[in-house]
């Protein structure tokens, strides 16, 4: 996955293009490079490396021009060289694109294009267009028509942007199966794979469709559908999202802002109308069977609301991973619910499309407004937790968490599952959430910071947890690998003895979300696995809640909330586990808005 931006203006955007990848720069940072038109000539320029590392070395931001192109890249095809960096640039120097997605007939289009005499630069699948682009105007002289032919040829899922000197006042954009959105200024369009491309330029942007093409001028665009050439009207939506709250303020990473950002995100997820939260449980109860899925992070979000849907509304809704989803044989009267900030990770999207298919009603939580799934589903509630940069998932993930608490709840009354009074006591406890995320942030963050530091050279960890703690167990092993590249194996508690036991001594650590006492049958069982890790040497952290006098005797250190209402407690393990990986990546120097191997939205399979 990569970011593409472009810019049509009627002044010099070396500088905005180079800050519009930079903005991007998280959904792949191994190469980047920009393309500008100047005098008639193509100017290009490209580097392996990050955005700035990059501009150290190329001059991004002083390119001269009043129309471009940009990328950021995260290898798929072809290995992270300069040539395999975007843009690619025709051998004859006339057409330059940047590509997002996989063109899946590439390896017989290059064979063609060779025996031809085509001498090709680098092992991407992208510069193949280029080639087809010059072929295809060689024949018939005309850009539009050249870009259409070439596009006729290629198979995959891609965005592809082009500028060529044959038209030096518009961009040729195209969408298949990965997301293209246009951004409308004044005096200037922008072009960008995602809304971060253009938001601190304009707020008004229009969602492509699948199979639409545009001719994007500074004045004027022209949407097309790729079939027919027929136009298409389309509607222009207004971003509320606050560029303020996308950069990065005090905060040394994005990471630590967007954690900080969490009471916020939680008062946002509040915020949702309740008309939304019960048309969305209704749905659940007009369904004969329900799935929950989503990917990563939000496969684990997905598993910590199976059991919201199992106390507050005794409903079992399994919980599947995107990438496995296939194995469900779903029908009409189904039901899938995804969960994505993104909106646009592959797996989600063609597991969502498989239960179409099947005839099965869809619904989804996204973050990104105008991204796929959020157009694609019969119902979907947009979680409104603005941007979220770092590559790894925190407020976005916690909000969805929230989120998929109150259907639940909603879900309960509605089946009477829990009494009214019950009921407006956990409405309570909600509404008190975003206060009590503000004060353990405060209060905890020291706390956490010092034990991440004094385990920070741990290389194993084991994360253990009982009932809904089992799945923030889990979601809390997947952040502490992704962002220190440290071992760490989310199970349940009480598995531990059917194996894993036989590992530990002093250097395996144990991470323990210890319930509240009052969740006596789930403490009572956490406890146990404590006392059985202590008693063969190895060593106890715990998340646990003040008063915990059992738990506090069997841990070498822990970190202590306050006490909360049970309903809000896994979530409040959540953020401190969000922390301490936080700062055990700190003290490992780690690249922790942009671990290595990563990236923010997941577009391929
Ligand atoms: C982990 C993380 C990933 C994503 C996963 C799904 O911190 O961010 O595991 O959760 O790739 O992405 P979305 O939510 O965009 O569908």
């Not at 290009?44 to 009043?66: A, F, P, Y």
């Not at 997301?179 to 491309?197: F, K, Q, T």
């Not at 060593?539 to 970190?559: H, K, N, P, S, Y």
Request: net charge negative; glycine share 8%.
């Amino acid at each position: 996955m990569c970011g593409i931006s472009g810019i049509v203006h009627s002044e010099n955007i070396g500088r905005n293009l180079f800050n519009s990848i930079r903005n991007l720069e998280y959904r792949g940072y191994d190469s980047c490079g920009m393309a500008m038109l100047r005098q008639g000539e193509l100017d290009l320029r490209k580097n392996v490396g990050g955005i700035d590392e990059v501009n150290s070395l190329e001059k991004l931001d002083q390119m001269q021009g009043s129309i471009g192109i940009a990328h950021t890249r995260w290898a798929t095809h072809g290995g992270v060289t300069q040539e395999n960096a975007h843009p690619h640039l025709s051998p004859n120097r006339q057409f330059v694109i940047v590509h997002n997605g996989i063109i899946s007939n590439y390896q017989e289009l290059r064979e063609r294009l060779l025996k031809n005499g085509v001498v090709f630069e680098s092992l991407t699948d992208t510069e193949v267009f280029v080639n087809l682009l010059e072929e295809s105007y060689s024949n018939c002289n005309d850009l539009e028509k050249a870009f259409l032919a070439a596009l006729g040829q290629i198979e995959g899922s891609f965005s592809i942007v082009m500028l060529s000197s044959h038209d030096p006042d518009h961009l040729y954009c195209v969408k298949k199966e990965s997301p293209l959105l246009l951004g409308l200024g004044e005096g200037c369009n922008y072009v960008g794979s995602d809304l971060n491309a253009f938001l601190e330029y304009t707020r008004k942007a229009v969602v492509l469709d699948d199979g639409e093409y545009v001719v994007l001028g500074k004045n004027d665009y022209q949407i097309r559908k790729l079939q027919t050439r027929e136009l298409v009207e389309k509607k222009v939506l207004h971003i509320d999202w606050d560029v303020e709250t996308s950069k990065r303020g005090g905060y040394s990473h994005y990471m630590l802002k967007e954690i900080f950002d969490e009471p916020q995100t939680v008062r946002q997820a509040l915020k949702i109308p309740l008309g939304q939260i019960s048309g969305l449980a209704t749905m659940f109860t007009e369904s004969s069977r329900a799935y929950l899925m989503g990917v990563g992070t939000t496969y684990y979000v997905a598993n910590i609301s199976q059991y919201f849907f199992s106390t507050l509304a005794d409903r079992y809704y399994p919980a599947l991973s995107s990438d496995e989803f296939s194995v469900v044989n779903v029908e009409s009267g189904d039901m899938v619910l995804a969960l994505s900030q993104s909106g646009e990770t592959y797996d989600t999207k063609s597991s969502l499309e498989y239960a179409k298919v099947h005839g099965a009603q869809t619904a989804a939580v996204v973050n990104v407004m105008g991204s796929a799934i959020s157009m694609m589903v019969d119902q979907v509630i947009m979680q409104g937790s603005g941007p979220e940069i770092c590559v790894v998932s925190t407020k976005a993930a916690l909000a969805q968490t929230f989120i998929m608490l109150r259907v639940a709840l909603e879900l309960g009354r509605m089946r009477q599952q829990i009494t009214l009074d019950v009921y407006q006591e956990h409405q309570r406890d909600l509404e008190l959430f975003p206060q009590m995320v503000e004060q353990i942030l405060n209060e905890q963050s020291g706390f956490v910071r010092n034990i991440a530091r004094a385990t920070s050279h741990v290389e194993h960890w084991l994360f253990l947890g009982c009932g809904v703690y089992y799945p923030v167990a889990m979601e809390s092993a997947l952040k502490m690998k992704e962002i220190t590249y440290q071992h760490a194996e989310g199970m349940p508690a009480g598995f531990l003895k059917h194996g894993t036991l036989s590992m530990v001594e002093p250097a395996l650590h144990s991470l323990f979300f210890v319930p509240l006492p009052e969740q006596k049958d789930l403490h009572d069982r956490t406890l146990i696995a404590m006392e059985q890790v202590k008693a063969r040497g190895g060593t106890v952290i715990g998340i646990m809640f003040q008063g915990d006098e059992r738990a506090l005797a069997v841990t070498d250190q822990a970190v202590l909330l306050p006490q909360m209402s049970a309903l809000c407690a896994p979530m409040a393990q959540m953020i401190m586990a969000q922390m301490f990986a936080y700062y055990a990546a700190l003290d490992l120097g780690r690249n922790i808005d942009k671990p290595r191997n990563l990236a923010k939205s997941v577009t391929v399979g």
